[in-house]
């Protein structure tokens, strides 16, 4: 194992500290519990957005703390959910008195740790939803999951449930727009390479040298199948059509089209991705609306990527072009 790091038992916190040193007029980062906050929180009469996970998964907790996005993130250790300590945390040091929204991808551990913190927060008098992001068609009950796990969708709903908030929306109106995110949704992902968790020390699965895991999940969980590797085209059609299939996404429609980063797939494989995912839309009379594309949630050194399409309407669209300063996205301001 070749990793940029110190110790592996460090790699979080010393990770949390060089976020903190980058970017100390966005964000600030709260030790013993660990979770990440915007730099001006609480903000009073706003809706607070509060998500995480394990770490790993860089930009994707932390990377998306600040204006127009996430007030706070809760990072575990790497792959392995926060506990209720952080998020009850996290929640109190943002709520500006307008609520709390929990943002949770479906993983069994944090599920199970934010309803514990949103009951926690609840018995203190903070107005609390949570929403379970959903958006996987690969498989259904993988080894971290009861349902479809939680994937691409996180970061759009993150991105358009905190320009939400921004504008002063109430809990109930932020939590409605993320379950209609979630909902419009669909992802699948691809590896051509295993990672290697650092206090593990070797690879999580093996490939072949001329195989891919078609459907793999953002911890190394297995997909659909294994199939000899192909041409970007190929791999494409094979991520896009059970997406399309599932929504399922028509003639006419608009969409977001995410192509994300694993972690070790060069920007260049990822635009050759893209034009072929959008050279497919175009043949199905689906229009390319906007567009994101590089590595915004990672599986750590693991090379592939994930599509996810998101059914766009106005409000959507003004939503996701609302400003945004975080480390992870910024535009607009």
């Known amino acids: 194992m070749k990793k940029l790091i110190n110790r592996p038992e460090d790699v979080v ?75 009850l945390a996290a929640a109190q040091a943002v709520d500006g008195g307008a609520g709390v929204l929990l943002i949770v991808k479906n993983y069994t551990g944090d599920v199970m740790n934010f309803e514990m913190a949103a009951e926690l927060a609840a018995d203190l008098g903070i107005a609390v939803e949570s929403v379970v992001i959903d958006d996987d068609v690969a498989v259904r009950d993988s080894l971290h999951t009861a349902g479809r796990r939680g994937v691409g969708a996180t970061v759009l709903a993150e991105k358009i449930c905190g320009a939400a908030a921004e504008q002063g929306r109430s809990l109930a109106e932020v939590a409605e727009l993320c379950r209609r995110v979630n909902a419009a949704t669909r992802s699948m992902g691809v590896a051509l390479t295993s990672c290697t968790v650092p ?37 494409v059609e094979a991520l896009a059509k059970p997406i399309l299939d599932d929504l399922p996404f028509a003639a006419g429609d608009r969409v977001l089209a995410f192509v994300d980063g694993l972690g070790a797939t060069p920007l260049l494989e990822l635009y050759i991705v893209y034009n072929e995912l959008e050279r497919l839309l175009g043949a199905r009379g689906i229009t390319v609306a906007r567009s994101l594309v590089g590595p915004y949630m990672t599986a750590l050194d693991m090379a592939g990527c994930s599509i996810s399409l998101l059914r766009l309407d106005d409000e959507l669209i003004a939503l996701w072009d609302a400003p945004v300063v975080t480390p992870g996205l910024r535009w607009g301001a």
């Open 13 to 87: 916190r010393d990770g949390l500290a060089g976020l903190a040193a980058a970017h100390a007029g966005t964000l600030r980062v709260h030790t013993d519990p660990d979770y990440v906050v915007r730099a001006d929180a609480p903000v009073a009469g706003k809706v607070a957005v509060v998500s995480g996970g394990g770490s790993g998964h860089e930009p994707m907790h932390g990377g998306f703390v600040g204006r127009g996005m996430l007030d706070a993130a809760c990072p575990g250790q790497v792959f392995t959910s926060p506990t209720p300590d952080q998020v």
């Open 199 to 235: 206090m593990v020390g070797q690879p999580t699965f093996e490939l072949g040298a001329d195989e891919v895991e078609l459907g793999v999940g953002i911890h190394g969980e297995p997909g659909r199948e294994r199939r000899p590797a192909a041409a970007a085209a190929a791999v």
